[in-house]
């Protein structure tokens, strides 16, 4: 609003955002890899379209000169928690979601390394290694203190209309 006092209605209101089917994010994935599973390349992509978008506005005038621009920044500041104490979270959220009480094993704690260390890529692979490793050793003897609420039945109901969905879903899909 501040600008518009200032400067008046603008011309152009522009936005950005990502495309996970870009071009420069397709050639940089693996044969098995998908864009949703590799948050670092697409982020890096995306910042330097960014950049060229921003080089083609601000130093080529593409539109002309630009009289105001502001980047829409959140105004919430980041909590000050560090790095591990992230990743212990992240893994309590991850292990409630994807095993519920059962163990963690030696290929789960394997996928886990490279899961976190992508997330949290400050943090150095042997500090993720511990923290797995020991979310894992807890778990083990049984003297984790993760709060895994039971799932509740499926109403008979709710898994016919699930069913229908997926007959739904498949013949749309045959269709197509």
């Known amino acids: 609003m501040a600008l518009v006092q200032r400067f008046g209605k603008p011309d152009i209101f522009l936005t950005m955002t990502c495309n ?4 420069e994010i397709l050639d ?4 098995q890899e998908e864009a949703q599973n590799r948050p670092d390349l697409i982020a ?5 379209k960014l950049e060229e978008l921003k080089d083609e506005l ?3 005038e593409i539109f002309g000169k630009v009289s105001a621009y502001r980047r829409a920044k959140s105004k919430v500041t980041n909590p000050a928690i560090p790095m591990e104490i992230r990743v212990e979270k992240a893994l309590e959220a991850i292990y409630v979601c994807c095993f519920g009480k059962d163990p963690i094993e030696d290929i ?6 490279v899961i976190l260390g992508a997330v949290f890529p400050s943090v150095v692979q042997s500090e993720i290694q511990r923290i797995v ?7 083990a ?6 709060n ?6 499926i109403t008979k109901e709710a898994v016919q209309m699930q069913m229908k969905d997926l007959e739904f879903l498949k013949q749309n899909k045959d269709t197509s």
């Not at 789960?108 to 390394?113: A, G, M, Q, R, V």
């Not at 490793?133 to 778990?139: I, L, M």
């Open 133 to 139: 490793d020991e979310k894992a050793r807890r778990v």
């Open 141 to 146: 003897e049984g003297s984790d203190e993760t």
């Open 108 to 113: 789960d704690k394997s996928l886990l390394y």
């Open 20 to 23: 996970p089917s870009w071009k």
């Open 148 to 153: 895994v609420v039971e799932p509740r039945p």
């Open 28 to 31: 940089e994935l693996g044969p």
């Open 58 to 60: 601000f130093k080529r």
């Open 44 to 48: 890096r992509i995306f910042r330097a």
